[in-house]
């Protein structure tokens, strides 16, 4: 054509507020929570959210339940602890983790949607820490509400009265979200490290799984006399914690077959997540 069409397509600069870095990251996280939870998408991506908190709660349920009609408090105390919760949760905390970790890496990755973050005012690391942040609001909380459940129902039925023994117990409340953050960050940066280099969200969440589930594979180092091995016990390190800060004994961990101390499981859990946090945000980096 000779000549030039200008075409008329309406277009509108924005007129309302301009939420620049903070606002992107709310977004970011806002995001990430509606994947995980599976909003605004199919039926089929609620169902496991569903389940799983539907799970986590039923054991404080009956257990509260029990002690009412049994109408004995310290029976139902001594049957099932705080400890044997975050044994039974972390579990299913440990295949949440897997799918979720890989539904929020992996596909913006490989559909090359990293260029559109990319042109807001994003750096790499606040979407990676936005990633993680929306995964663990989630997490913790999956992991802590139970407490609270099992807290304030035993509160309920005990006979100091729900007050005196909400106060007697009160540092439950610190301990148990302390100890949900920590299987949080020991599950989450192993989580994140694999779907970082994988291209399948299914393919991530069982390699994830494999990797966690064949470090148990080091007691036998361990019995072998390689202590050292029992650094490799990811799966125990949040357990050996989590029985050093609630006072219990729970459970023979690999670590403390290996004569490691509870705070060098804590330490590994803090290295492991700044090294996998180093490395996927140098992957996305380059990604984006």
Partial sequence: MAE????????????????????????LIKDGLRKVLGLRRRARRKVLPAILMSIAVMPALFFTAFAVVAGDFDVSETIFGHADYFDLNGSMALIFIALASSELLIPDRVHGTMSVYASRPLTTPDYVAGRAGALAIVVVAFLWIPHLVLLFGRAWVSDQGFGSYVFDHAELLWQTMLISFIYFVAYTSIAFLVAAFSKRTAVAAGVFIGIVTLSGATDALVQAGYDVFGLGAVLDHPG?????????????WIPARAGMEPVMSLAVIIVLAVVAGLIVNGRYRRAA
Wanted: hydrophobic share 30%; no cysteine.
């Fill in 240 to 252: 050996y914690v989590k029985d050093w800060i609630l006072g219990s004994n729970g459970q023979n």
């Fill in 4 to 27: 030039g069409v200008v075409f008329d397509l309406r277009y509108k600069p924005h007129d309302g507020p301009r939420l620049g870095r903070s606002g992107a990251r709310r977004a």
